[in-house]
T-cell receptor, first 115, second 114 residues
Framework: DTGVSQDPRHKITKRGQNVTFRCDPISEHNRLYWYRQTLGQGPEFLTYFQNEAQLEKSRLLSDRFSAERPKGSFSTLEIQRTEQGDSAMYLC?????????????FGNGTRLTVT | AQSVTQLDSHVSVSEGTPVLLRCNYSSSYSPSLFWYVQHPNKGLQLLLKYTSAATLVKGINGFEAEFKKSETSFHLTKPSAHMSDAAEYFCVVTRGGGSYIPTFGRGTSLIVHP
């Protein structure tokens, strides 16, 4: 079990630029989640995948955000035309299956700063 | 719909004294409940989970939580705080039945004084 890994750890970008983050889940995990966390708040759900299928997206996820999990393994989250309000920690988590009692395993996150 | 409320944004205790972090939930279905801990510059780590078995759940590092359906609560406790317990703690609720999304509380910051 190598854990969930996220890349990069930090990203600083200028407003209007596009950014892409990568998440590698635990290899046998079917579910993959993206969350966003701002200072003083709990993680907020963005989207999740069951294998390669994106099953649900939050209303927080504007049209500028897109996520993929092309082969049911790693996932990418892209933000187009970044805004200062996008500055946050982006967390990826995976779980073994879709059972409601399966705990999430988190990566260390990607901290995005939009200047 | 489901939601979780962490009643205290900050809890301050002295080392060696008991810890109580409060969590109330709302769920239309039988929930699963979790507590996660986040140390500074570290990823979120599972402390414990409740999944409709025993109502008193023991977790790592001496933490435990009790599920009380009548009070819709899932408070986290520890008999004696240690300096290393200083961190952010999150209560999480999910529900059974088809697709679900783990929903986080806003967190409680535990401060431990020497």
């Amino acid at each position: 079990d190598t854990g969930v890994s996220q890349d990069p750890r930090h990203k600083i970008t200028k407003r209007g630029q596009n950014v892409t983050f990568r998440c590698d889940p635990i290899s046998e995990h079917n579910r993959l989640y993206w969350y966003r966390q701002t200072l003083g708040q709990g993680p907020e759900f963005l989207t999740y995948f069951q294998n390669e299928a994106q099953l649900e997206k939050s209303r927080l996820l504007s049209d500028r955000f897109s996520a993929e999990r092309p082969k049911g393994s790693f996932s990418t989250l892209e933000i187009q035309r970044t805004e200062q309000g996008d500055s946050a920690m982006y967390l990826c988590a995976s779980s073994l299956d879709g059972l409601h009692n399966s705990p999430l395993h988190f990566g260390n996150g990607t901290r995005l700063t939009v200047t | 719909a489901q939601s979780v409320t962490q009643l205290d944004s900050h809890v301050s205790v002295s080392e060696g004294t008991p810890v109580l972090l409060r969590c109330n939930y709302s769920s239309s279905y039988s929930p699963s409940l979790f507590w996660y801990v986040q140390h500074p510059n570290k990823g979120l780590q599972l402390l414990l989970k409740y999944t409709s078995a025993a109502t008193l759940v023991k977790g790592i590092n001496g933490f435990e939580a009790e599920f009380k359906k009548s009070e819709t609560s899932f408070h986290l406790t520890k008999p004696s705080a240690h300096m290393s317990d200083a961190a952010e703690y999150f209560c999480v609720v999910t529900r059974g039945g088809g697709s679900y999304i783990p929903t986080f509380g806003r967190g409680t910051s535990l401060i431990v004084h020497p």
